[in-house]
Nanobody, 119 residues
């Protein structure tokens, strides 16, 4: 059984920082394209940052220079370091692991963690 468990969300003031963690069981993250998505009330879920199996990263324009995605293969954990947070960053953040091969498509999601940026 595959499980992705996020942690690290919370309430932070504008300009502050948070680090989100996503730990997997049942899969090896380095074999997947892993991403952090977010969904704000009334908005569609959007990709915030992604990291491929070989470590290439990509970011939404809105978070470039402020957020950093990384992976600790020994811990089988993916992180999202968020700095200079803005109220617009308020959302539920979800971890995703995706892979496709001849055997099928594998698409796993965590339960989400709330990030609220407010004074």
């Amino acid at each position: 059984q595959v499980q992705l468990v996020e942690s690290g969300g919370g309430l932070v003031q504008p300009g502050g920082s948070l680090r989100l963690s996503c730990t997997a069981s049942g899969i090896i993250f380095s074999s997947y394209r892993t991403g952090w998505y977010r969904q704000a009330p009334g908005k569609q879920r959007e990709l915030v940052a992604g990291i491929t199996g070989d470590g290439n990263t990509n970011y939404a324009d809105s978070v470039k220079g402020r957020f950093t995605i990384s992976r600790d293969s020994a811990q089988n954990t993916v992180y999202l370091q968020m700095s200079s947070l803005k109220p617009d960053d308020t959302a539920v953040y979800y971890c995703n692991a995706y892979a496709s091969s001849w055997s099928g498509v594998y698409d796993y999601w965590g339960q989400g963690t709330q990030v609220t940026v407010s004074s």
